[in-house]
C-alpha cells in the first residue's frame, strides 16, 4: 500500500485556492511536479490556474530560460482502468482516480528566494493536489559492505 498525503481542491468557496511556498535554491533550472487526483465518477476536467509570485525580482541578463509565472493546466481524469481507484482515508466513502501529473518548470531567470504558489481551481470538480519538487541530475550511489571478521 501506498499512503499519500494530499490537499483538497474542490468547487466549494475556500476549497477553491491552494497557496504553497517554495524555496528556490539558486539560479538553477527546476521542475516542480502536480498530481491531481480527481473524485471516482467525474466526468469532466478540471482547470487549474497556477501562478507564481512574490519572489526575488528578475535580473536584466541574457538568460536562456524564461519562466512562464501564470499557467492553465485543464487535468482530466484517468478513467482509461490501468489502475485501481483509491480511497480517502479519513472520509466516508470516498474514492478518487489514478492521479495525473503535470509539471511546472522555474528557469534559471528567476533568483534563489522564496516564491509563493497558487493554484486556482476555475472549472471542473478538482480533486485532491500533491505538490513536489523533481531533482534531477545524477544521483548519489553508495555501495555497503560487510566485512566478517576471521581468525587468521
Known sequence: YLKRFAKRIGPGGSDRRLN????????????????????????????????????????????????????????????????????????????????RIFFLPLGADLSAGRYRVRFDLESGPGGYLIFSKITMGRYEKRDIYRELGGRG
Not at 491531481?36 to 482547470?47: D, H, I, K, W
Not at 528578475?58 to 484517468?78: A, E
Open 20 to 99: 504553497f511556498v517554495y524555496d528556490k535554491p539558486g539560479r538553477t533550472r527546476d521542475v516542480l511536479m502536480v498530481h491531481l487526483f480527481s473524485p471516482l465518477g467525474a466526468g469532466e476536467a478540471s482547470t487549474l490556474r497556477v501562478r507564481v509570485g512574490a519572489g526575488p525580482r528578475k535580473v536584466n541578463s541574457p538568460f536562456t530560460d524564461w519562466s512562464l509565472l501564470d499557467r492553465r493546466y485543464t487535468v482530466r481524469p484517468d478513467r482509461s482502468g490501468r489502475a485501481d481507484p483509491a480511497p480517502v482515508l479519513h472520509t466516508r466513502n470516498e474514492w478518487t482516480y489514478p492521479g
